[in-house]
């Protein structure tokens, strides 16, 4: 019985699997790394989160290979880790995305999962790489229109959206003020093609001189 408790408690840790986990740790995250360079769509921070990501995964590669040998450090880690907290906010949910997948890679690795860590690896980001190319090649783009004008004008929203809807298939109303001097229309549409994106605003022009429209691009926004 003391035997057993000792067995659990301790384990002799092999220095070359470990040093295999870190290497095959170090190569995912690398690409990883690349992958979120190439196709993610963060806009703050991307840089610096990205220089982060092999960090992370050979901290916790480095970690687990340690109290994966000892159930007293296992439990340990858990005493240390209640207490540490972090305030770094995360702006974007794809940068936990790759946050989670940095992490797991180092947990596989660690626990000498190394094939399947790979195999799991390299089809998640083969998916995520093949979603992002699809979005890409789409042809339809969703944007924000933002209509404004003067009430000396007397320009009928109705008009606005019967124009409107010619030239996208599909908008919503998503914001409406108005003032003494001024009224603003904020839409969200779906534009097929480059040439709606010109011809839109040229036709609301010519029936309202008076008009201002301005678009803007809401997938590249975060938090839209």
Known sequence: MEELIKSSFSQDI?????????????????????????????????KELARTIPFLTLIVCFIINIVKSSLALSLGLVGALSIVRFRTPIKEP???????????????????????TVISTLTILAVMSLLRIKSRSNTSKDLY?????????????????????????????????THPESTNVCYTITLRDADSLVKLPKELSNNFPQ??????????????
């Open 14 to 46: 092999s220095i070359l699997d470990s040093s295999i986990n870190l290497i095959v740790a170090l190569l995912l995250s690398l690409l990883l790394k690349f992958h979120f360079g190439k196709f993610s769509m963060t806009l703050s921070g991307k």
């Open 145 to 177: 229109l933002s209509v404004s004008w003067k009430n000396i004008d007397n320009i009928d929203i109705d008009s606005v959206n019967h124009i409107i809807q010619r030239y996208v298939p599909s908008f919503d109303l998503k914001r409406f003020d």
């Open 94 to 116: 794809e940068e936990l995305v790759y946050l989670f997948m940095s992490i797991a890679i180092g947990l596989g690795c660690g626990a000498n999962q190394t094939s399947l």
């Open 211 to 224: 008009l201002h429209v301005t678009f803007i691009d809401q997938s590249r926004i975060p938090g839209i």
